[in-house]
């Protein structure tokens, strides 16, 4: 006898309403880094790891797109900083609370042979107590999984092929085993996944993502606020100094090249954005860990003036601007920065623009994946480069 069925909640609603009733304690769970360890029935801590905040938001829009929440696998507030954590677990526990509530929540009867898909970005569910045996089965599908075959499905109706979801799925793996061995028809197929790998959406949670990886110890480096505090501090004094929204991305993203590599980093992230900035800001970002040196690299008994190789460089005045006026000084930890949420649509607009649109005479805008390619879409549209260089 079934005494209590299943129960779902709608996270995402949950997800709203407390942002009406609580803002900050909102903002706190959409902003502050959880670790997630997957915990089995032993206790200890198993190799399924994951870090990120418990409320996910869109970068352009600000919409709710991804909920985490299993309390029993909530690890530490590693990156929280400390002013957040009050608000953090005040709007932690109201969302609790909140999941458990009548508005947001649907009992579901599941008979023998019953198929329940929920979608773990939204919906939370679990079992009440049960007289007498049951068996169920789970399994899980990763969500690019999901959305590349849907992808497939999309571009398929676009060129008149619809699939059939009962026909064998399309072996999109090639014969070649050299790129000039490749027909249109094998390209055709595997196109539209490397194109989804350059939407705007796509690129921006992949830049923010390396962003706040910084956020640790292991970015400090004995100074007295890490990668991720002066990544923000940066932006932030650039935003309050006028500049325009291009170099406030700039400003934000400078160091993110430290995250996947420390040598050279400035032409990392340099190099990343170049598709979509002009030549000031590439080259601000190429070189302003050499010219940053001015400050100190004379402590370690190098040429701290080295930068005034590349004086006659029309960008030049400009790279020294930021990091004299902006990147320098950004190691203050009483300086209040703006939060993450603030630069995140800006990123997405940068990003959002076609490539190479400002720097058109660049050789790989020819190869350069654009929006309406092999029918790939993204939510965010292109913005017109505006920005002067």
């Given at each position: ?12 609603a949950?997800a709203?309403?407390?942002r009406?009733e ?9 902003e ?5 360890h997957y ?5 200890r801590?198993g190799?399924?790891r994951a870090s990120?905040?418990v409320?996910?938001l ?9 909920l985490?929440?299993s309390?029993?696998?909530?690890g530490w ?13 005040r709007?932690?526990?109201?969302f ?5 509530e009548?508005?947001?929540q649907?009992?579901?009867r599941?008979?023998?042979g019953?198929?329940l898909l929920l979608d773990?970005w939204?919906v939370?569910?679990?079992r ?9 089965k ?6 690019r999984?999901?959305?590349?075959a849907?992808?497939m499905?999309?571009?398929a ?5 619809l699939k ?8 999109i793996?090639?014969?070649l085993r ?10 055709a197929a595997q196109?539209?996944l ?18 706040r990886?910084?956020?640790?110890e ?16 940066t932006?932030?004094r ?8 291009e170099?406030?991305v ?12 420390a ?5 990392i992230?340099?190099?990343m ?8 800001s ?6 302003h860990?050499?010219f ?7 402590h370690?008994?190098?040429n701290?003036?080295?930068?005034d190789?590349?004086s ?11 990091t004299?006026a ?8 009483d300086?209040?920065?703006?939060r993450?949420?603030v630069f995140e ?6 990003l ?9 005479d660049?050789?790989k805008n020819?190869?350069a994946?654009k ?7 993204d939510?965010?549209a292109?913005v ?6």
């Amino acid at each position: 006898m079934l005494l209590h069925p299943p129960q779902v909640a709608d996270g995402l609603a949950a997800a709203e309403i407390l942002r009406a009733e609580d803002p900050d304690g909102f903002a706190a769970l959409a902003e502050t880094t959880v670790e997630w360890h997957y915990i089995p029935e032993d206790g200890r801590i198993g190799n399924g790891r994951a870090s990120g905040p418990v409320i996910k938001l869109d970068p352009a829009s600000g919409a709710v797109v991804q909920l985490r929440w299993s309390n029993k696998d909530r690890g530490w507030l590693s990156r929280a900083e400390t002013v957040q954590v009050p608000h953090f677990y005040r709007g932690y526990r109201r969302f609790a609370s909140l999941l458990n509530e009548a508005p947001v929540q649907r009992s579901v009867r599941l008979e023998p042979g019953a198929f329940l898909l929920l979608d773990n970005w939204r919906v939370t569910h679990g079992r009440r107590s049960y007289v007498g045996k049951r068996s169920l089965k789970g399994a899980s599908i990763l969500r690019r999984t999901w959305a590349g075959a849907q992808r497939m499905q999309e571009a398929a109706e676009a060129t008149g092929e619809l699939k059939q979801y009962d026909a064998p799925e399309p072996d999109i793996r090639t014969s070649l085993r050299r790129l000039d061995e490749g027909t249109s028809k094998e390209y055709a197929a595997q196109g539209p996944l490397w194109a989804a790998l350059v939407t705007p959406s796509a690129l921006t949670a992949q830049v923010l993502s390396l962003l706040r990886s910084m956020d640790g110890e292991h970015t400090r480096f004995g100074f007295r606020v890490n990668g991720y505090e002066h990544s923000l501090q940066t932006a932030t004094r650039a935003l309050r100094d006028g500049a325009d929204e291009e170099m406030v991305v700039v400003a934000l993203l400078h160091d993110v090249g430290e995250a996947l590599f420390a040598a050279n980093h400035g032409e990392i992230i340099a190099a990343m954005l170049r598709p979509f900035i002009t030549e000031r800001s590439y080259f601000v970002l190429k070189h302003h860990d050499l010219f940053q040196g001015y400050h100190y690299a004379h402590h370690f008994g190098l040429n701290r003036t080295a930068r005034d190789a590349l004086s006659d460089s029309p960008h030049y005045t400009a790279c020294v601007y930021f990091t004299d006026a902006w990147d320098s000084l950004a190691f203050d930890p009483d300086y209040q920065s703006e939060r993450l949420a603030v630069f995140e649509p800006m990123v997405a607009r940068v990003l959002g623009r076609e490539q190479y649109a400002l720097t058109p005479d660049n050789p790989k805008n020819a190869v350069a994946w654009k929006e309406t390619d092999l029918g790939v879409t993204d939510a965010h549209a292109h913005v017109p480069a505006t920005c002067e260089s």
